[in-house]
């Protein structure tokens, strides 16, 4: 499957060519984009992810306009009916609300990706500023969203954003009047084209500021991410809430998610601007100075100490003021006011003390992660072994993964016609799961060689042994084996010495033997009782002259095997170490070093 799937093309990959070899003519590829060959983790592209789910809340959100009817008596009824009469209303709305969800959390994750990441350090601060400002948009378009539907919710939303508004010194009862209007029924207009039109605008605009010019584009991801949103929709299917009624007393809810930490500080009993202005300003603010406060010059959190403390008592002042904006007194003996009132100095004691915690936690992080990283430094790191799937199998799951496509969709087609809306969701967003598994199955695939054994080609001759048991030998080959090459094993244990080597050997010196007159016999001479010649006959020096000797010979019968039979070229092999040939001082005759002869 890797050779066909490596040397071919589908339809649609030559569509996707002609389609960015079109766009390569157009401003729009200003923007590079990278399509990644394999597996990369989306953290470092949640901006990207982000963007998209941006273009499917505009596509959804188009749709729902069709049926919206932005008027005060008609504005809860209408959406009702887009979510249980038009066809495949219940579909857009639902993908429409978890999407803003995920748009809002896909934001936070990339902010908190790129502040602990230090990317904002390598002249990013552009990026990051419109960044931060991107992110505050993002959550005013998703609160002015579930505003127009004007449920109680919405009310409830709706009565907490005029009156922080109003609470703004010099320009609040102003801004109070151009964003709300005189009532209710100037209000759903305002605010639905604050949603539809102005803030996608500003958005749009900022975005084409904080893109770089270099892009990933992970397909694999991007389908995950919308079936991801698709099978929460089936699985939590939004609920419409009740119309807001005026005459009825309106009962307790708390907004969305990502305002519950603010809901919490009004809830204190405190100042409104102060709890709902001033404190969620100084944190905006806080975090758009960061990148000319952070003087460290290293990127790694762990070399940034301060501004990692930062960021995690960040987190976790969210993480509380959440859990509290949830927070709702179960004892119904009491009045809705004191259900709602949260003790403010329980909760301000328990933000003040995070700080501290925060602080030392980040500390201990911090050291623990270094000590791990000398310790591995120490160690030796571990081979990584790659999983190659065999061909055999990459077919297999392939038509397994194809074979589980047809049944989710045949089960989406049935579950659809006998209205099973909740199903039918669930099942689309499986659907886009199971492709995004499709694709990176094929992208692996085309990125492997046409086989998973690496075939080593060279122009060098090797000898290989024969299989053990096997009963033919193989010959050693012909060509004269050179530096590199030599297989016979006796050639890596013992390194012959050459002829020079021999020459220069420093001669060994030979005992004079005495007579029994005193008179000493030079070592050229016999001796009288055995007739050798004192200098090749028997002793230890004598010895040692003929070992020398004696692994000379068998070194030029190795070399004359490994060269074919040819001798090398030998000069002065049959000199005796401790004797000097007169040739060389411009005699023929040979004597001894030791002692001149009279």
Known sequence: MGASLHNQDNSLVRLFKWIYTGFDRTIFMGLKFTLPTKFVSPLGFLGMLTFVVFIILGITG???????EPILDRAWDSVSKINDTIPYGF????????????????????????????????RNEMLWVTGILLGVLTILEAFTGYDIIFSERAELAISIAASLTNSIPILGPDMMNAFFGSGFHDFVLRFYAFHVFFLPIVLLGLMVVHFPRFLVFDVPMVMAVSGAIMLTGGVFPIDMGLKFDPN???????????????YSFLRSQFDKFTTGVAWPGLFIFTL?????????????????????????????????TTYWGFYIDPDRTKSL?????????????????????????????????????????????AEKNPIQLPSKWLYILFIALIAFQVYLNIAAYYAVLNGMKNYSLFLMGILMLVFAGMFHLYR?????????VEVVTTNKRKFVFPSFGAGSTKSLPSKPATVGELSDSS????????????????????????????????????????????????????????????????????????????????????????????SDMGGSKTTNPDKNLT
Do not use: C
């Open 288 to 320: 758009l100075i960061i990148p000319f406060i952070d003087k460290y010059k290293k990127f790694s959190w762990k070399d940034r100490p301060i501004i990692t403390a930062i960021g995690i008592t960040s987190i976790a002042q969210i993480i509380i």
């Open 337 to 381: 006011l004191e259900r709602l009132v949260i003790d403010p100095i329980f909760l301000y004691t328990v933000m003040a003390l995070l700080v501290p915690l925060s602080f030392g936690f980040t500390y201990l992080m911090i050291k623990l992660a270094k000590n791990a990283e000398a310790n591995a430094k120490k160690q030796k790191p």
């Open 91 to 122: 579909h857009m709305r639902n993908i429409h609300y978890h999407a803003s969800n995920a748009m809002v959390m896909l934001a936070i994750l990339h902010m908190y990706y790129q502040f602990f990441s230090g990317r904002y350090k390598i």
């Open 62 to 68: 188009a749709f729902l306009m069709l049926w919206y």
């Open 444 to 452: 692996y695939g085309r990125g492997l060689t046409k086989s998973n």
């Open 491 to 582: 050639d890596r244990i013992f390194n012959a010495p050459s002829d020079k080597s021999l020459e220069d050997k420093k001669p060994v010196p030979v005992p004079e033997i005495s007579s029994s007159k005193g008179s000493s016999i030079p070592p050229s001479s016999k001796n009288s009782a055995t007739g050798v010649d004192a200098s090749t006959g028997p002793g230890p020096a004598n010895d040692y002259s003929q070992n020398i000797r004696t692994t000379a010979g068998s070194l030029y019968s190795i070399k004359n095997d490994q060269n074919d039979g040819e001798l090398p070229q030998q000069t002065n092999s049959t000199k005796s170490p401790n004797t000097t040939s007169i």
């Open 248 to 262: 009825v007393p309106p009962g307790i809810t708390v907004p969305e998610w990502y305002l519950t930490g603010l």
